[in-house]
Each structure stands twice: as structure tokens, then as C-alpha cells.
């Protein structure tokens, strides 16, 4: 299940919720999108638990809209160039 893995990526001590994963610095919007709609698939198949999950389905759109404004207003798309450091 994708949430063992990201346990595991994000250090396994952070509560695992959509905006967290939204907002982390060490993820890529990509990866984050996958992620997110990973989660969204996971959970939309069956009746979700929210006590069980901590987090709404609605949750997880709320944290891909986020990534999706962020992107639109250029957050996390610098590029470095050789020397820019």
C-alpha cells in the first residue's frame, strides 16, 4: 500500500496526511500529484475510514489543488544553473 511507502520516504515519525504531502519540500509537484491521486484511488475504491485514515477523501483534492496553485505560481520551479548555487 502506497501509505507504508510513504511512511518510510518521509521519515515515519510525521502524521501522514495529504497536506503534508502537499507541502513537502522533498517531494516534486509530479511526485506529489502521484502520490496524492495514489491515495485518492486507494481510498475511493472502498468506503473510506476516516478515523482509520485520519483524513477525508476531500482532503486529498484539497492537497492536489494545492500543489496545482503552487505550480501555476511558480513554487518549487527554479531551475539551477550551473554556478547558481
Do not use: C, W
Request: hydrophobic share 40%; charged share 25%.
Amino acid at each position: 500500500m502506497v501509505f507504508d511507502s510513504l511512511k518510510q520516504r518521509m521519515g515515519g515519525t510525521e502524521q501522514l496526511n495529504p497536506m503534508r504531502i502537499a507541502s513537502n519540500p522533498l517531494f516534486t509537484a509530479r511526485e506529489k500529484i502521484e502520490l496524492l491521486h495514489q491515495i485518492k484511488a486507494e481510498i475511493g475504491g472502498e468506503a473510506a475510514n476516516v478515523d482509520e485514515l485520519g483524513f477525508t477523501p476531500e482532503e486529498v483534492d484539497a492537497a492536489i489543488a494545492h500543489v496545482r496553485k503552487g505550480v501555476e505560481e511558480g513554487v518549487g520551479t527554479q531551475t539551477v544553473l550551473k554556478g547558481d548555487y
